[in-house]
């Protein structure tokens, strides 16, 4: 039996075929792909804020909350793209870190993991975002030079597409039959003036990915490291960034980001 310890981040990816996932621990990598189908057991030892490191209760993001009420990487333009203003010299909390992170190449996509969403992304993060959602498919839509034209196509599309995942459903593989591609050249004309030169005209690649998994939940559990401290379990996939076991529990990565883990598998 082999032992990690290490503070959770959200799990690496690479674009394979399945996705290969990999979680990132003090004294080394775990490639989660090898651990299916065998025992691997989780308990939680303490927090450590991503930014500032102390010991204290995470509150959203993987941080405390002072750091996420101050911090650049916790702006409300992240979850609100259309709320950007980098791009009018308008600071937030750092201006240095929102232009280097709003004025780069931006894509509006739409993706399928339990019904068809809108969304933006950083160009950098394609697919990666797609994998971290649990999406089978996406497409993209525009690419933009900056956050907010991004984020006001997104909001224009909201009215016509879901903006969240159900996670249950992507995690049961309760997704619909849709044409993305079909979906994508009916929307053209719902986007604003100034995003519309922006369409990516030769967009029909159609984004497809599958996941390492040998089983999918049928009655989902969700497991809570603070109400759970130390949990055991057969590992039968890897979804988004949600760990599947045999007995149907799940657990999400990326909401406990900020706990300090050990695991033995």
Known sequence: ????????????????????????????FLHLNELLNK?????????????????????????????????????????????STAHLDIEDRDLAYEKKVQLQPHIVYLSLSSEIKVGVTRKTQVPERWI???AVQ???IVEVPNRYLAGIAEVALKD?????????????????????????EQLRHLLPKEVQEYFVENGSKLFKIQFPILQYPLKISSLNLIKTPNYKGKLVGVKGQYLIFEDNMVFNVRNSEGFVVKIQV
């Open 138 to 140: 996406a497409i993209e």
């Open 1 to 28: 039996m082999m032992q990690f310890k290490g503070v959770l981040k959200k799990m690496l990816t690479e674009y394979n075929q399945p996705i290969d996932y990999y979680l990132e621990m003090e004294n080394g």
């Open 160 to 184: 016509h597409f879901a903006d969240k995942t159900n996670w249950q459903k992507m995690l049961k593989n309760d997704i619909p039959e849709v044409d993305l591609v079909a979906e994508k």
């Open 39 to 83: 025992d691997f057991e989780i308990t939680f030892k303490k927090y450590q804020c991503l930014s500032c490191g102390q010991d204290k209760p995470i509150f959203r993001q993987g941080f405390c909350q002072p750091c996420f009420y101050a911090i650049p990487q916790a702006g409300v333009w992240i979850m609100h793209p259309e709320l």
């Open 132 to 134: 971290d959602q649990g």
